[in-house]
Structure formats: structure tokens, C-alpha cells
């Protein structure tokens, strides 16, 4: 018998935006040795442009740049920029990928990233990182946090390179970094899977010539527009006009350009678009207080979670303006260059407004290549065909997609479909797991216990996001005469990667026994600078940040004076504390490799299937007494897909599957333990109790449909709700309603439920087309406030148009009236297409697009996880964007309905991420725990217990024999509660000494000293 050949142990990313850094760190962590080629000369695509992102209105770069460094810094990853791929050959587990590597110019290695270079080169261009508003030269590092952090030299316009002149570089460049005969080159990669991850293609907006792009000086594309709000854009934040420089007054946005146009050929919907100019109009009222912006706009596309409150918050708070209405032209004043803009509003009137500036909400368009290089099909738009349930998965077996390339979507979905790639490639190469991987080591640990306290301060400037308002020079000097202090400078980015190798060699050259990083958020960045400092053999314990941004730029914008004085505060106590910090040692606690999955709907069996399919035993639990969830209430999807033998189809796969344990009419009693060892108790109507134990939890808990009290439903059967008719049309009752009508929005977008439940409204135009089509002659009408089909569903919205749908908007708290008569039912509702005007409509069949609702178990279940609700009962991820299926709480990951309202596919994926983070804790013998946790000073400890009662986390247990309590440092989060309410002070929690403390807060009050 012939041994099935294994497949090989390393993976091809191709793409190194959010998406492909995703995939490629999973992946790393799972095991395998990773590719990633990125067509540019650094990783962080579209992404690292951003200025902030939305909901949260973070700083992009400041959450993406520590991922960046991460994948530079990991052994198991190798980046190749300026690399396409040319052709892949082969199968599944065994690929032949065929690239081509452009040279660079520059040797990586050796540049330092010093900028002498730019300094000397005589050339200028415009420069790509800032959308061409502003000129950088032909070499130069393409931003700040690039990865790699070399620079790079563009041959078209290098003077060397065209005309053989010049070489100011060479002369300059003291590391030898110039490489002028560096040639293109090819590779040939052997890879096991391929995930394709390009992102995606701006739309070329001057195919918009109404609108006068690059026409009008004031016309310029979101992506620009971005670049100037940010600190390090051309305009270093201030939001003025390109033609003379003028703070602008008057802001105008024009939606759905180069999207859900046929005219372009980008009938789809971009997806992102409402809320990318929602954020920005926000942060330029943030920059510029004066400014009023308006939004022109079709439909108000806030789906996803919390965006409906963002929008709101934006429109009733923040002073933007929105109007829907389709702008048909921009004329330029010739000597103001003011803009005019002509529009048809809502109610049909045309109208004339003049703006300072113009920005065009740019559309997404499918990248090049994926059908020609990966040998995948694509659909009628360019974008990756994927399965209809499974959205990552390509027409050829081994290569995966996610991001943009499969459709246009924003960046949790991406990151989301990224991670969920990773874990399906994991499952194809398990047997090839850890074959090709590196082993990496720090450097040995420093004994600095007898040694003086030496600290070095870094200041950073964050571009101007702190040096724009915050004097850094000044905090500097004040930072290097505090004492202990033996080294202090500030850095543009503390957080690049040319910065953290300047770190260590900091920390080395000058001997730091401590260190002082004085920037943003502690959240995102401490576990970077951190490892920074053990890569310099110093206990990583012995940082301390200074957040002077959050707590100090930001909240101090217009005190300059105080924001420097803060800033000098919050760096003396930084300082005082990392003065008195003490080496602390991580412990170890082993992995049961089993998973606990909590429902059994499509999320929850799909979920269970993954695990399953990388090898690991799952406990599958579900309250009901059969599997499936809320899609058995479904009959197909918006694509025509029969979702019922779908779900039959994966209940059989999940009953036969021998790894997955299913227990049915069981609901979850108590759980208890930490990552890689929890143990939870399971009851069964009975009231038998099962004890399993497992080393990760998935929560798949799903949701709920809103029952609706209003509309006469429940006392009138001619009132039902969206899933009854879809049992109706799939029954097809003869004879079909002549006239339905449909109302939106019903439990949803209201005080009680202010989310948007994302798939009412394809819903309803995928029933409304089902019933016109099995009887033409039947009328329908949507009542709606606005159509959210976003990305390829706008599809099938226009094809319902097309076929006789009639689409009637109201306006909000403009609800539609019902009543029943003998006759049939009796709708009213103003039209707002019509100015208001009351349009009266006789309806054989009223439908109700009720919302989804948290599942009310929820309640229960989170205080046994120790995870958090949002307001709305939906579970609350660790963070929105880049963890959106992880919660705080180690060990426990979330997906579907649990997460938030969402479709069935996009379930399916959320399910496959979960999975996927779920096997990077499975898949280690052991955890490393956290330093920072309490400790029981059992000589002093009167075992009075209500450490013990008060502890969030169940991390304390009590001794009778020696009535003392003791802290499980497994469980500890090292959150405090037991140190602050212990009146006998037996509970420390290393790190936070009260004598560190009481420095701080006498730092603090002592003030600015010179």
C-alpha cells in the first residue's frame, strides 16, 4: 500500500495589507511556515493610509503598526515586497508558485532607515503614501512604520537608473546600502496552500467627468481625503483646501461613486463608503470645529455592529448633515474655486449649494490578477467566486480568499475571513504541522537585581497626534534630568519597526535596567515594546508606559501649555514607578486539547466541524433538542441557495463525525477554570449533570427574532412576518396574494433595539423577487427607511426593481399606519419620495421584516465566561477590529448571531475564525501565564475571605487547614480587586506595590519641576 505523500508545511499569502498579516500570523502561530508577498515596497496596504477607523474612531496606524512589527520580527515568516505573483502550478498540499521579485534597489539588510538618502536625492515625485498631494523622492522609506523599514528607489525616475547621473545616495549612504545592480528576479515557492488576500482597487473617480475630478482643484477622492486628516499627511491634519491652502468651511461628500452604478460597470454596493465619510466627517470636525460637513447619499448603509449608533451619534450630536439626494454635477467658481453642486433631493427637487471642497466617496473595485495568476474563477463583477456558504473558499481546491478580493467589505469582516482561511489551511496541512518551522529564542535574561536603577525615557510624537499639540523637545529634557534617568530622545514612531531595533540597541549601548516608553494606548502596544525589551535580555517586566496620548494630546488639543505639563507629569510617574519595579517571572499551566462549543446552529455545528477537522475532540452543547438553530427557519439564501438541505447537510456531517461529543436539550450550569484547562457543568431536563473538561470555549449561542406587538400581528392572519412567507412561497399556496405589502425596520433602528439587524432588508427584496417571479402579476411594495443590500446583494435589489418591486421610503418616527377591513388590510404611509404625501395601500398580505434580538441566555452565560454584553445583549469582542471573534477573557472565542445580527454565510466564516483561534490555544501543550498577578502573604492573611468573594475571576481559593486564602495565577488577571479591599495588606499584586504607587501619585502632585 502506497503512504500518502505528506503536504508540505508552508503557505503562500499573497497580499500584506490587514487581511494578509492576519492570515500570515495564524498561521505562524498554528505552525506553518509562511510567505507573504506584497506588490508594494511595505506591508500594511490601505489600511496603513487610514487616519482613524471606524466605529471607535482609533488611530489605524496605531493598532495595525504593532501587527506590522510582529510579522517582521516573526522567524516563521518571510516578507517579500515588491513581488507578484506570475503563475501557480500543482495541487492542493503540493504548489509550484512561480514569483517575481523586483529589485529594490537597497539592500533591506543593511539600511537603517536614516533618510540620508532622501535628504541628497535631487529628484522629486508625488508621493504614493500621500495619494500624490505631496512630493517625497525618488528614494526615500515609503512611510514611517514601513515593514520593511529600508528604503526603496523608484526606477522610473531615479537619475541614476534613467540617465546614469547623479548617485547622491551612494556618496551618503554610510551602511552600503545602495545596490544600483540589483536585478529582477524569480522564485519558485513549494507551498501546501495558497491564500489570496490583494485587497482591492480604488475606483479611478475621473471616469466620473460629471463630478470634475483632477478637473477641480477642490475635488479630490476619500482615500486623499484621508491622507489629509491624517497627523502624518500632507497637510499634518489640518483639513485646508489643495488650491491655496484655506481652512475649509464648507465640506461636501458624494456617495456611490464607482459603486451602484451600471454605467461604470460596479453595479454592486462598496460597503464601505457611508461609513468611511461618516468617520471623516467626524474627524474633521474634530480637527476643524468650524467645518460643516454634509453627506449626499442614496441609502445610509450603517449595518454592521454599532454603526447604526455612529451614524446617529454623527447626525443628532456631531453636527453632520445628511442628504439624500444624487449630486449630478460640480461646477468650479474660476476665481474662488468654490464648488457648486447641482442635486435632485429626496422629494425630487433640484437644488444648488456651493463648497470649499469636494470629496468623492470612491468605490471597490476587484484587484487584478486573481484569475490569471491563481488559475481561480471569478464572478461577473472580478471578484473571487467563492462558495455560497463558505466565503473563503475558491473555485480551486487549496487556494483560499478573503478581504476584498472575494467582495467588498470593511476590515473586522476582513480580519474575520482572514483568520477563518487560516484555520481551513491549517486543516488541509495538519499532518505537515511544525515540519518547516524555525525555533526562536531570546536572548538570555539579565541579572539586574543588584544593580542601580537606569531607566530610559522615549518620547514619541505619534506624527502629530501628540507632537502637534505636546512640546516633546521640552518633555524630553525634562524626562532626562528626573532622577535615574540615563538616557532620553524622542522618536516620530516609537512603535515602527526601525524603532524597536533602535530600542534594543538603546538598551544594550547604554546598559537600561529599565525601560519608559511614554506614547499611546498600553492596550495595544505594551506587549510590543515589551518584547522589545526581552529581545534585549531584560526582564520584560520592568516597562512602563506613559500613555500621553489618550490620557494627553488628545483630551488637551486646544491647552497646548497644559498638555505639555501633563505630559510631563505622566512621564515623571512613569518613571518613579519603573524606578521600584522588580523582575517578575510567567508561569505554565497545560492544555486539555478538547473544545466546548455552546449552541448548535449553523455557527455553532460549524464551528465544532473545524475543530473537529484539525483533530481536536469537541463537546457540542445545544439547549433545544435538535440541531440547527435559527435557520431552520430559512428556506433560501439571497443567491437562490437551498439553505435547508444545506443544514441537513451539515447536521449529518456533525452527527457522524466521530471527534465531535453532541448533547442536545442541555444547557450550561456553571463553568469554571482558565484557558487550556476549564471545566464546565452541563444539565439535561432532568436534571443530570454532565462534567466535561476542555481547554477552549466557543460561544455560538445565536439569536433571536423579534415578535412584533405592533402591525396587528399575532391578531390578524394576514399579518406575517418575513420567514412565514418564505415557507409560504417555497409552498407555493395557490392562489398566490395579489397585492403584499412589506414594512422594514420592525424591531430595529428604534429607542428599545437602535442597531440595524444587517439582513432584513435582503430578506425582503429576496422574497419580494421570489413572489414576482412565481406570479408576475402580483404587486409588491417595500416600505423602508433605507435598502442596506450592501456589497453583491444591491444585485438583487435592482433585479427586483426591474421586475416591478416597488420601493416606498418613510421617514423615521414616520412608521406606517395599519388596519384591518373586511376587504383586506389597510396600510398608510407618507411618502417621503413624495414630500410626505399619505399614500394609501390595500394589501391582500402584510409582511413584517422583524429584526434580530440578542439571545436571552446570554444573560446567564456571560457572568460563567467573565465576558461582557454590549447594551443590546450581544457579546462584546476583545476588539472590534483587530480580534473581533476573541473576548478579554483568554481562551474564549465568539461567532454568529452570539457576535451580532448577521447572514448565514458570514456566520459560516465568523465560525471558521473562531475555530481557527480556538486551535492556536488547542493546539500548545502549554500556556504561558501573566507576571502581573496576585499573591497571598500567608503570614499576614486572616482568612477572612472577601478577597475571595469579591474576585471577578474566580482566581482565589481558601485553605482551611490554614485558613489562609491562595491565588490560582492561571485564573488571575491581575486585576486588583483583592489587593485594594485586603485591610490586613496580605494581597500584593506584583507590579503595583503600594510603595510604587504612592511615588506616582507624589510624582504627580508634585508637579512640573525643573
Not at 226 to 246: K, M, Q
Not at 499 to 525: D, F, G
Not at 761 to 782: D, G, I, Q, R
Not at 834 to 847: A, R, Y
Request: proline fraction near 5%; glycine fraction near 8%.
Amino acid at each position: 500500500m502506497t503512504r500518502k505523500k505528506a503536504p508540505i508545511g508552508a503557505v503562500l499569502v499573497m497580499g500584506g495589507g490587514v487581511g494578509g498579516i492576519q492570515s500570515s500570523l495564524e498561521l505562524a502561530g498554528l505552525g506553518y511556515k509562511v510567505y507573504l508577498l506584497d506588490s508594494s515596497p511595505s506591508v500594511g496596504g490601505v489600511m496603513g493610509m487610514l487616519d482613524k477607523t471606524f466605529p471607535t474612531n482609533e488611530c489605524s496606524m496605531c493598532i495595525l503598526s504593532p501587527k506590522m512589527v510582529e510579522i517582521a520580527s516573526n522567524e516563521n515568516v518571510e516578507v517579500i515586497t515588491l513581488a507578484d505573483v506570475l503563475s501557480v502550478q500543482g495541487k492542493a498540499g503540493d504548489f509550484k508558485v512561480k514569483v517575481r521579485v523586483r529589485p529594490r534597489f537597497v539592500d533591506a539588510e543593511k539600511c537603517t532607515g536614516c533618510g540620508d538618502c532622501t535628504a541628497k536625492c535631487p529628484a522629486k515625485i508625488p508621493d504614493p503614501y500621500n495619494a500624490g498631494l505631496s512630493m517625497t523622492k525618488s528614494i526615500r522609506v515609503p512611510f514611517p512604520q514601513a515593514v520593511p523599514g529600508a528604503a526603496v528607489i523608484d526606477p522610473d525616475t531615479c537619475r541614476f537608473l534613467t540617465k546614469g547621473k547623479c548617485g547622491n545616495c551612494v556618496k551618503v549612504c554610510q551602511a552600503k546600502a545602495i545596490d544600483f545592480e540589483q536585478k529582477e528576479e524569480e522564485r519558485i515557492l513549494r507551498v501546501g496552500a495558497v491564500i489570496a488576500a490583494p485587497g482591492y482597487k480604488p475606483f479611478d473617480a475621473s471616469r466620473k467627468t460629471e463630478y470634475g475630478y483632477k478637473v477641480n482643484d477642490n475635488v479630490i477622492t476619500s482615500l486623499e481625503f484621508e491622507r489629509i486628516l491624517g497627523a502624518n499627511g500632507p497637510t499634518l491634519g489640518h483639513v485646508v483646501r489643495p488650491s491655496d491652502g484655506e481652512e475649509v468651511k464648507k465640506l461636501a461628500f458624494i456617495q456611490c461613486v464607482g459603486s451602484r452604478d451600471t454605467t461604470t460597470g460596479n453595479s454592486y454596493c462598496s460597503s464601505v463608503c457611508c461609513m468611511y465619510a461618516t468617520k471623516q466627517a467626524l474627524i474633521a470636525k474634530e480637527h476643524l470645529p468650524s467645518i460643516e460637513p454634509t453627506i449626499f447619499f442614496i441609502d445610509m448603509r450603517a449595518y454592521g455592529k454599532d454603526f447604526e449608533k455612529y451614524y446617529k451619534a454623527a447626525e443628532t450630536k456631531n453636527g453632520v448633515r445628511y442628504i439624500r439626494g444624487l449630486v449630478s454635477g460640480v461646477r468650479e467658481r474660476q476665481r474662488s474655486k468654490d464648488l457648486l453642486l447641482r442635486y435632485l433631493d429626496g422629494a425630487g427637487e433640484m437644488r444648488e449649494e456651493e463648497f470649499d471642497l469636494v470629496v468623492l466617496s470612491i468605490g471597490l473595485e476587484a484587484p487584478y490578477g486573481l484569475k490569471e495568476e491563481l488559475g481561480i474563477e471569478t464572478n461577473e463583477h472580478g471578484f473571487a467566486a467563492t462558495d455560497s456558504f463558505m466565503p473563503v473558499i475558491s473555485s480551486r481546491e487549496g487556494i483560499l480568499v478573503c478581504g476584498a478580493a472575494q467582495e467588498p467589505k470593511d476590515i473586522p469582516d476582513t480580519v474575520t475571513q482572514a483568520t477563518a482561511a487560516a484555520g481551513l489551511v491549517s486543516q488541509a496541512l495538519h499532518d505537515s504541522r511544525g515540519t518547516l518551522l524555525a525555533k526562536f529564542e531570546h536572548p538570555p535574561e539579565r541579572d539586574v537585581s543588584g544593580e542601580e536603577p537606569r531607566v530610559g525615557a522615549i518620547i514619541c510624537r505619534c506624527g502629530s497626534n501628540i507632537g502637534g499639540f505636546v512640546d516633546v523637545p521640552a518633555v524630553v529634557e525634562y524626562a532626562s534630568k528626573l532622577p535615574g534617568v540615563v538616557f532620553a530622545e524622542e522618536r516620530i514612531y516609537a512603535c515602527s519597526q526601525d524603532a524597536q531595533e533602535w530600542i534594543r540597541q538603546v538598551v544594550e549601548e547604554h546598559k537600561l535596567n529599565r525601560l519608559v516608553v511614554a506614547s499611546c494606548t498600553p492596550r495595544t502596544h505594551q506587549p510590543l515594546f515589551r518584547e522589545t525589551l526581552q529581545s534585549a535580555g531584560v526582564n520584560k517586566y520592568l516597562f512602563e508606559m506613559a500613555n500621553i496620548r489618550e490620557h494627553c494630546s488628545w483630551v488637551h488639543m486646544k491647552e497646548p501649555e497644559q498638555a505639555t505639563r501633563k505630559a510631563g507629569y505622566l512621564v515623571k510617574m512613569a518613571v518613579e514607578k519603573a524606578r521600584r519595579l522588580e523582575p517578575l517571572a510567567e508561569g505554565e499551566s497545560a492544555v486539555i486539547p478538547r473544545a466546548l462549543v455552546i449552541g448548535g446552529g449553523v455557527a455553532g455545528m460549524n464551528a465544532a466541524l473545524n475543530l473537529a477537522g484539525s483533530r481536536f475532540q469537541v463537546y457540542l452543547v445545544e439547549k433545544d433538542g435538535n440541531l440547527g438553530g435559527l435557520a431552520r427557519n430559512i428556506r433560501f439564501n439571497a443567491g437562490g441557495d437551498d439553505v435547508q438541505a444545506y443544514l441537513e447537510q451539515l447536521i449529518e456531517r456533525v452527527e457522524k463525525e466521530e471527534l465531535i461529543t453532541v448533547f442536545t436539550s442541555h444547557r450550561v450550569k456553571d463553568v469554571s477554570g482558565f484557558v487550556g484547562q476549564f471545566k464546565t457543568l452541563i444539565e439535561d431536563p432532568e436534571g443530570r449533570e454532565t462534567f466535561l473538561e476542555h481547554g477552549a470555549v466557543i460561544v455560538a449561542t445565536g439569536g433571536g427574532q423579534y415578535q412584533p406587538a405592533e402591525y396587528l400581528y399575532g391578531l390578524d392572519e394576514r399579518v406575517i412576518t418575513q420567514w412565514q412567507l418564505e415557507d409560504m412561497l417555497v409552498k407555493m399556496p395557490e392562489p398566490l396574494p395579489k397585492r403584499v405589502v412589506m414594512i422594514q425596520c420592525v424591531g430595529s433602528r428604534d429607542e428599545e433595539r437602535p442597531y440595524c439587524s444587517k439582513v432584513c432588508c435582503t430578506e425582503a427584496v429576496k422574497n419580494a423577487l421570489a413572489l414576482k417571479k412565481l406570479s408576475p402579476e402580483s404587486e409588491v411594495f417595500v416600505l423602508y427607511r433605507d435598502i442596506r443590500t450592501y456589497g453583491f446583494r444591491e444585485d438583487i435589489y435592482r433585479e427586483a426593481r426591474e421586475a416591478g418591486v416597488l420601493f416606498v421610503r418613510y421617514e423615521d418616527g414616520r412608521q406606517p399606519r395599519v388596519a384591518a377591513t373586511p376587504a383586506g388590510l389597510r396600510v398608510e404611509v407618507e411618502d417621503a419620495n413624495l414630500g410626505g404625501e399619505t399614500v394609501v395601500l390595500e394589501s391582500d398580505l402584510l409582511v413584517l421584516s422583524t429584526g434580530i434580538t440578542a439571545n436571552p441566555d446570554n444573560s446567564e452565560l456571560a457572568p460563567m465566561l467573565k465576558v461582557p454584553r454590549n447594551a443590546e445583549g450581544f457579546f462584546l469582542e476583545a476588539h472590534m477590529k483587530l480580534r473581533p471573534v476573541d473576548f478579554a477573557t483568554d481562551g474564549v472565542f465568539v461567532c454568529g448571531l452570539a457576535h451580532a445580527p448577521k447572514s448565514i454565510e458570514e456566520s459560516v466564516g465568523q465560525a471558521a475564525a473562531a475555530a481557527a483561534r480556538a486551535e492556536s490555544v488547542l493546539s500548545k501543550e502549554k500556556i504561558v501565564t501573566e507576571g502581573i498577578v496576585a499573591a497571598i502573604d500567608s503570614e499576614i492573611c486572616s482568612g477572612c475571605r472577601l478577597c475571595m468573594a469579591l474576585c471577578p475571576f474566580e482566581a482565589i481559593s481558601y485553605d482551611e487547614h490554614k485558613n489562609v486564602v491562595e491565588v490560582n495565577s492561571s485564573l488571575c488577571k491581575g486585576c486588583g480587586t483583592c489587593t485594594a479591599v485586603c485591610s490586613a495588606g496580605a494581597s500584593r499584586l506584583h507590579g503595583f506595590r503600594a510603595d510604587q504607587i504612592f511615588e506616582q501619585i507624589e510624582a504627580a502632585a508634585s508637579g512640573w519641576r525643573e
